[in-house]
């Protein structure tokens, strides 16, 4: 596992335990805020200065992350507890070699170089038996064309290692092969291999958060969040709720256990300790689920645990609970929400650095509003999420969505908001 049962805490700069993060955006800072309300010490690493994480760690580095020197003499120097791998611009060879050299990484080494590569990833999924949808691989615009041509149209294609739909395209028939191909290149990571995907006519996306640590034996156990809904524009999170449907049903129970048994096969086949985010198709018509992907770190859909979890049980805390050996308290496999919730993105309209924000309209009753605190703001990025909470996952949906609308953001003294009226909530 690499870590062991915690049952002391300590202080920071003295007797406490280091966590590094390697990336410091948006869901790295919660888990470091959640991390610090146990008296962890951070330390945070990204390519470029002043990111999210890095405003509230206690220290922070600025490097090349897929630099295998750079990281080493980062970790070297910190000689932290536990390194926790947040994006995936890193080089996830050299976690193979600090995990050696008795670092732990979390979940663990295997577990980062599984999920963060597609190819790897899904071949993973499909050894556990879960369903997925069908797929091809292709290395060039040949082999491209001819994956597409198998998989049949539409279909899915995605570059190999990338991150928030980026590189992603929908095809809908061969006039689109040669487009989606370029729009490949634009991959967070890499793009080298591309991944053609059936396309499936499913009812709705979920999360599943999944959580395995070491309970008070120092075995390994898991739990379980109830999932939670939600829907992207062009590959990208747009809006979560949670849990996933109002409606209780035999259907429903039984569409569930087979998520959670998904999960577990997934995760324990990756191994370690820490929170997994599986991203599923649910077609409830057929009663069929589909394994997409899986992350093995908190997830932007999951920002909406904040508001919807009872205290101290968001994504953030299970992460960091888990990997710093500290058991998950809840009786029973499921952990339920506290509250009904959703969260709804706050993208940029503008470009520019410093971006401010007018959220005058954004607090409405049973609403709050996440600024990430990102220095740079440029079309499409998002810069926040409204969180709200309501009686039923409509009225929440659309408080949020309502919400974030509202909100205003300047970064060149032109301020801009999002009024498109969205299709709502498929």
Same mark, same amino acid.
């Given at each position: 596992? &690499?870590?062991?049962?915690?049952?002391?805490?300590?202080?920071?700069?003295?007797?406490? !335990?280091?966590?590094?993060?390697?990336?410091?955006?948006?869901?790295?800072?919660?888990?470091?805020?959640?991390?610090?309300?146990?008296?962890?010490?951070?330390?945070? $690493?990204?390519?470029?200065?002043?990111?999210?994480?890095?405003? *509230?760690?206690?220290?922070?580095?600025?490097?090349?992350?897929?630099?295998?020197?750079?990281?080493?003499?980062?970790?070297?120097?910190?000689?932290?507890?536990?390194?926790?791998?947040?994006?995936?611009?890193?080089?996830?060879?050299?976690?193979?070699?600090?995990?050696?050299?008795?670092?732990?990484?979390?979940?663990?080494?295997?577990?980062?170089?599984?999920?963060?590569?597609?190819?790897?990833?899904?071949?993973?999924?499909? %050894?556990?038996?879960?369903?997925?949808?069908?797929?091809?691989?292709?290395?060039?615009?040949?082999?491209?064309?001819?994956?597409?041509?198998?998989? &049949?149209?539409?279909?899915?294609?995605?570059?190999?290692? %990338?991150?928030?739909?980026?590189? %992603?395209? *929908?095809?809908?028939?061969?006039?689109?092969?040669?487009?989606?191909?370029?729009?490949?290149?634009?991959?967070?990571?890499?793009?080298?291999?591309?991944?053609?995907?059936?396309?499936?006519?499913?009812?709705?996306?979920?999360?599943?958060?999944?959580?395995?640590?070491?309970?008070?034996?120092?075995?390994?156990?898991?739990?379980? *969040?109830?999932?939670?809904?939600?829907?992207?524009?062009?590959?990208?999170?747009?809006?979560?709720?949670?849990? #996933?449907?109002?409606?209780?049903?035999?259907?429903?129970?039984?569409?569930?256990?087979?998520?959670?048994?998904?999960?577990?096969?997934?995760?324990?086949?990756?191994?370690?300790?820490?929170?997994?985010?599986?991203?599923?198709?649910?077609?409830?018509?057929?009663?069929?689920?589909?394994?997409?992907?899986?992350?093995?770190?908190?997830?932007?859909?999951?920002?909406?645990?904040?508001?919807?979890?009872?205290?101290?049980?968001?994504?953030?805390?299970?992460?960091?609970?888990?990997?710093?050996?500290?058991?998950?308290?809840?009786?029973?496999? $499921?952990?339920?929400?506290?509250?009904?919730?959703?969260?709804?993105?706050?993208?940029?309209?503008?470009?520019?650095?410093?971006?401010?924000?007018?959220?005058?309209?954004?607090?409405?009753?049973?609403?709050?509003?996440?600024?990430? &605190?990102?220095?740079?703001?440029?079309?499409?990025?998002?810069?926040?999420? *409204?969180?709200?909470?309501?009686?039923? $996952?409509?009225?929440?949906?659309?408080?949020?969505?309502?919400? !974030?609308?509202? $909100?205003?953001?300047?970064?060149?003294?032109? #301020?801009?908001?999002?009024?498109?009226?969205?299709?709502?909530?498929?």
């Amino acid at each position: 596992m &690499g870590i062991t049962a915690r049952k002391v805490l300590g202080t920071p700069y003295a007797n406490g !335990a280091k966590l590094m993060f390697l990336g410091a955006g948006e869901l790295g800072k919660e888990t470091m805020i959640e991390a610090q309300r146990m008296g962890i010490e951070i330390v945070a $690493v990204d390519r470029y200065a002043n990111s999210p994480g890095m405003q *509230v760690a206690h220290r922070s580095y600025v490097t090349n992350m897929k630099s295998e020197r750079a990281l080493l003499a980062i970790v070297e120097k910190e000689r932290p507890d536990a390194i926790i791998p947040e994006i995936e611009a890193i080089n996830t060879d050299t976690l193979f070699k600090l995990e050696k050299e008795g670092f732990f990484v979390a979940p663990c080494a295997n577990a980062v170089w599984t999920a963060m590569h597609r190819e790897r990833l899904r071949e993973a999924i499909a %050894s556990t038996g879960a369903r997925t949808s069908k797929y091809e691989y292709a290395t060039d615009l040949e082999s491209f064309k001819a994956a597409c041509k198998k998989i &049949g149209f539409p279909c899915v294609s995605k570059p190999i290692m %990338s991150s928030s739909g980026k590189g %992603s395209y *929908v095809l809908k028939s061969s006039k689109d092969v040669e487009k989606a191909f370029k729009e490949a290149a634009k991959a967070r990571g890499s793009s080298d291999k591309i991944i053609v995907e059936e396309f499936i006519d499913f009812d709705i996306e979920i999360t599943v958060l999944s959580v395995r640590y070491l309970n008070d034996k120092g075995k390994p156990e898991s739990k379980f *969040v109830k999932p939670l809904g939600h829907y992207q524009i062009e590959g990208d999170y747009h809006a979560s709720w949670h849990p #996933w449907t109002d409606v209780t049903d035999k259907k429903i129970d039984k569409l569930e256990k087979e998520i959670y048994d998904y999960a577990d096969r997934i995760m324990n086949k990756l191994g370690g300790c820490g929170l997994f985010a599986h991203e599923m198709f649910v077609d409830t018509k057929n009663g069929k689920v589909y394994a997409n992907e899986t992350a093995c770190r908190p997830h932007d859909t999951g920002l909406v645990t904040i508001a919807s979890m009872p205290f101290g049980y968001s994504e953030f805390a299970l992460h960091a609970k888990a990997v710093l050996g500290i058991p998950i308290a809840w009786e029973g496999k $499921v952990i339920e929400p506290r509250s009904t919730a959703a969260s709804h993105v706050i993208l940029s309209h503008t470009e520019g650095w410093y971006p401010q924000f007018k959220v005058e309209g954004a607090y409405a009753p049973d609403t709050n509003v996440l600024i990430f &605190g990102k220095p740079e703001a440029y079309e499409e990025r998002r810069l926040g999420v *409204v969180l709200a909470t309501a009686n039923n $996952v409509e009225d929440a949906k659309k408080k949020a969505q309502k919400c !974030a609308h509202t $909100v205003k953001v300047s970064a060149n003294d032109k #301020w801009a908001g999002q009024e498109i009226t969205e299709k709502h909530y498929k």
